[in-house]
């Protein structure tokens, strides 16, 4: 017999497979904004102030992360508000499969979709741009499980913050541009220098950055960026515990 966890999410994973538009900002649109960044020559030419890699070789990290911004803060949280406000949380209170059924679901299925997406960016820098495959295994694996959980932790705290759909997508909408900017979305972080740099990397998606670059370049993450993402995980969980409500 089927538990009702594993119904619930099964039922999630056919309902977020329909989701054609969040599909395509999760799963395609990174990989679209690295092949565009491609084919600009400057792009694809090494650089000795980059360590030797030319600026799509750290694009490759970037898109990565760009994937999980977009899954955590522009479309789970809207899912989930919406299913608050519509009642489908507390009507599934009654059933014995928990509320925390969905969100546990929507954390899987969005979590897939990144993890597609990642090997698609992966997989097309090296086979179309050159961009070398990450020389630190073991730490790009931490790195990425690491931005993954925070990545979902901010969903969860955007999620528990906001009353109903429409003020999720306000808040989403706050987060956003800041993540972007701080995932190196606009300029690289290895860019950045001086107290701009030192700022950024106390961020989630500033210390994600400089830890999946990192590890692409060969050396295990700084304990410090691996503890900064790891202490923003608590931090939103803990926001995320405290402030959901289901109805």
Known sequence: MTSPTVAVIRTESRLFARERLSLFW???FPSLLLVVLGVIPSFREDSADLGGRSLIDLYVPVTVLLSMIMAAIMTMPPTLTGY???GV???LGTTPARPASILLGQVL???AAVAASSVIVIVLGRVVFGTPLPESLLGYVVAYALALAVSMGIGAAITA???NAKTGQVVGMVVFFPSMFTAGVY???EVFSGTVRD???LTPYGAASNALNDAAAGTFPALMDLAVMGGWTVVLYLIAVRAFRWE
Request: avoid cysteine.
């Open 187 to 189: 300029v690289p972080v």
């Open 84 to 86: 608050r406000e519509s």
């Open 109 to 111: 299925v969005h979590a």
């Open 89 to 91: 949380l507390r009507r």
């Open 161 to 163: 913050v906001s009353p």
């Open 26 to 28: 999760i799963v395609l």
């Open 199 to 201: 700022i950024v990397s």
